[in-house]
Nanobody
Framework: QIHVAESGGGLVQPGGSLRLSCAAS????????MGWFRQAPGKDRLFVAG????????NYADSIKGRFTISRDNALNTVYLQMNSLKPEDTAVYYC???????????WGQGSQVTVSS
């Protein structure tokens, strides 16, 4: 069994920064991609960013390119999402995912609320 646990999030003013963390535990040898989706109120859950385990290949949604950076520490089985220049439209619940492939989630974290507001 695989467990995905995330931390971080909170309230930040526009232009501010936050960092999300996500740790996987269990049979992690079967995992490759990890990253985040986000879901705003009344909207679909959408892909944000992902990174692979073996070659650290990254993928970003167009809406966050140049502002968010994903990274990972394989020794800690942890992925990080550094979010800079945050905008009100970034407000959402951010869900960490783990995949046996690349960007198609097999496991989900519990979700972290990110609110960007003055």
């Amino acid at each position: 069994q695989i467990h995905v646990a995330e931390s971080g999030g909170g309230l930040v003013q526009p232009g501010g920064s936050l960092r999300l963390s996500c740790a996987a535990s269990g049979n992690i040898a079967s995992l490759n991609g990890m990253g985040w989706f986000r879901q705003a109120p009344g909207k679909d859950r959408l892909f944000v960013a992902g990174i692979t385990r073996e070659d650290f290949r990254t993928n970003y949604a167009d809406s966050i390119k140049g502002r968010f950076t994903i990274s990972r520490d394989n020794a800690l089985n942890t992925v990080y999402l550094q979010m800079n220049s945050l905008k009100p439209e970034d407000t959402a619940v951010y869900y960490c995912f783990a995949s046996k492939d690349t960007w198609f989630p097999d496991y989900w974290g519990q979700g972290s609320q990110v609110t960007v507001s003055s």
